[in-house]
């Protein structure tokens, strides 16, 4: 595998016996898994658009407003806000920062309720999910407190999607985790998404001579 390094800007990010996945990855591997292997094995191709910057800059504005706002678009009538919550998973091997954490209940019933922010006006789809599932198993692991549900945030729309983050949805993201790191560990190019309409605007199109 080549050699990876400890930038903010690397998708992989070292520690003292190996490497992490970054979890943002597992919604671009469900969405097509050529995007991911791009990322990784051909470091310093992936450019910043402008949909990806226009994404930060809603992102940074909505945590503004989220810190004045009640809880009750969550389902919540109070609980405490945590911002950009990193998380290191050995045992998985990967890492994420999740963009809010609800904590709530006290003792026994303290409950975590993570959020991620979307810039989509659509129904979450699957990928989404496997992203938010993975955010719910580490932030388990690391405070030791359940986190049953997650919310995935629609930027544009203002709506709070509620997910059950369930059993089949948490094996899901693990297994995807374990193929990510079996893909870079081979540098083995996987096929492309079957949903080639995905690649009509996808900047790493020009990487692949068998889509479109």
């Not at 910057?53 to 009640?70: H, T």
């Not at 109070?78 to 209940?105: K, M, P, W």
């Not at 975590?112 to 496997?130: A, C, N, Q, T, Y």
Request: with cysteine.
């Amino acid at each position: 595998m080549k050699a990876m390094t400890n930038s903010t800007d690397s998708h992989a990010v070292t520690i003292e016996d190996g490497w992490l996945v970054r979890v943002t990855d597992l919604k671009q591997y469900a969405y097509c898994p050529r995007v991911v292997y791009y990322q990784y094995c051909l470091p310093g191709v992936h450019p910043i658009t402008f949909k990806m910057q226009s994404g930060i800059e809603a992102q940074d504005r909505v945590e503004e407003l989220e810190k004045r706002r009640s809880l009750r678009e969550y389902g919540l009538e109070e609980g405490e806000r945590h911002f950009n919550i990193a998380l290191t998973s050995r045992r998985l091997g990967c890492t994420a920062q999740v963009d809010l954490v609800v904590a709530y209940g006290a003792g026994a019933e303290r409950t975590l309720l993570p959020v991620d922010f979307k810039m989509s006006r659509h129904e979450p789809g699957r990928h989404f999910m496997l992203q938010l599932a993975c955010y719910g198993i580490m932030l388990e692991e690391a405070w030791q407190a359940p986190a049953p549900e997650g919310v995935i945030y629609l930027i544009p729309v203002k709506r709070a999607v509620r997910v059950k983050l369930d059993k089949r949805l948490r094996r899901d993201a693990e297994r995807i985790v374990a193929a990510i790191r079996a893909m870079v560990a081979t540098e083995q190019m996987p096929p492309p998404t079957p949903q080639r309409s995905r690649c009509v605007d996808c900047e790493f199109r020009r990487f692949c001579n068998d889509t479109i």
